[in-house]
Each structure stands twice: as C-alpha cells, then as structure tokens.
C-alpha cells in the first residue's frame, strides 16, 4: 500500500487547506480544524473530540457489520477479518464531520481521517477507512474520488465494497431512533439481495436505505430492503 502512504504524505498540506476553506467560519473549543497538537489516536478519541452521537454511530456500525457477515455467507465477497475492522472503525466515524461542516460532513470527515494518527491503522488503511466515511453520504462517484487513485485494484475493490456496506447501514438508522434491524439476508429467484427488516420505523428507513444503495448495486449486484 505504499502508493496510498505517499499520496497522503503528497496531499497532507492540501487536505488541511481544504478543511480552512471548508470550516473557515467553525469554531471550536480545543484548537484549529487541523490541529493535532492533541493526538487523535483512537476511533474513541475521535467520537469524542468531534461530539459524535455515539447511539447512532454504534448502531450504524453494528448494522455494518451484520451486513458485512450475512453478505459474506452468502458469497457477495470474500472480505478478511482485518477488512472487517475497517469497515467498522469508518462506520463508526461516518459524521466524523458532522459539527464542524454539516452540508459537507461526508467529505470533511475523510478529510479527518486522513489527517489523523490512528492507532492500530496504517496510513494506507486510513486511506480506506477515509474513503468509507467519503462516500457515505452524497451521490456516490467513485470515479471523482482522487483518494482511490492511490490505491491498486484490489484495495479499491475492498474500500468501494465496505463503504457500500456503511452507506446501506447508515441509510438503515436515517431516523436516528436506532430502532431498525435487520433480521436475516436472503436471495431471491432472480438473484436480487432480499434484505429483511423491522421496526417501527423501518419503512422510513428503507426507503433513505434504497436511495442510498447505488454504490451497493455497482458493486454487489441488485438489492431491496
């Protein structure tokens, strides 16, 4: 992954650019956007500093991964254990962004991962755990996403996949009750990705799931909730 190492390096200063444009007129407690005088070395330390709303997040993490395991059952991917620890820590910190830049909060939490030093993850993982919480929220265009440029063909097959996973699962808490759950993943006579849910809020959050499952079907093949 050492291409992905040095285009974070290359664009460090171009992200933190990025971020005063971005969240010129923010202002926050403990120093500037990009101030990393106090280490961020933890997905926890992250939430915290950032205010995140940890129900939310840990809900939408749980149900990536239960997405992640029922798709991996039924051959969707053949993703590793390690791969599954990224996508948790990116959906977990999907509204990294959140407080400091609500409108753009997708692209501005990749901008904080990427600038942060996160134990236990490479740089070029970040990379991946970036593109999770940038492609979370927004229309999905891979294509534009200068971030998997730096990557070879199998890492961009890996972020693109775990971040359709995370896109889905935050679409599945869009009421923010964390009341939706999904109950079992199963395969239709035509192939489609028949995913059950319930709740008392989850035709709501179906249908925010559904407009948000484009990069899931460019990746896994035909879904509905």
């Known amino acids: 992954m050492r291409a992905a190492e040095l285009w974070i390096a290359r664009n460090k200063k171009a992200i933190e650019r990025t971020h005063r444009i971005r969240c010129k007129n923010v202002r926050i407690s403990n120093g500037s956007v990009m101030d990393n005088r106090r280490p961020m070395q933890t997905v926890e330390s992250l939430c915290a500093r950032y205010a995140l709303d940890l129900a939310h997040a840990r809900h939408v993490a749980a149900a990536a991964m239960q997405l992640f395991d029922e798709t991996q059952k039924l051959g969707l991917h053949a993703f590793t254990p390690r791969e599954r620890e990224w996508l948790q820590a990116g959906a977990t910190l999907l509204d990294l962004g959140m407080s400091l830049d609500p409108s753009n909060h997708h692209l501005t939490g990749r901008d904080l991962v990427l600038a942060a030093p996160l134990q236990g993850f490479s740089p070029a993982e970040r990379a991946i755990v970036a593109c999770i919480v940038g492609f979370h929220d927004g229309v999905a ?85």
């Open 141 to 225: 265009q891979p294509e534009r996403e200068p971030l998997l440029k730096a990557l070879d063909d199998q890492q961009r097959k890996v972020a693109l996949g775990l971040a359709a996973l995370a896109r889905v699962a935050d679409g599945l808490d869009a009421t923010r009750t964390q009341t939706t759950v999904v109950k079992a993943c199963a395969r239709a006579a035509d192939g489609t990705l028949v995913v059950r849910i319930c709740g008392p809020h989850s035709h709501d959050d179906a249908r925010q799931a559904e407009a948000r499952a484009d990069l899931w079907r460019a990746v896994f093949g035909a879904v509905t909730f």
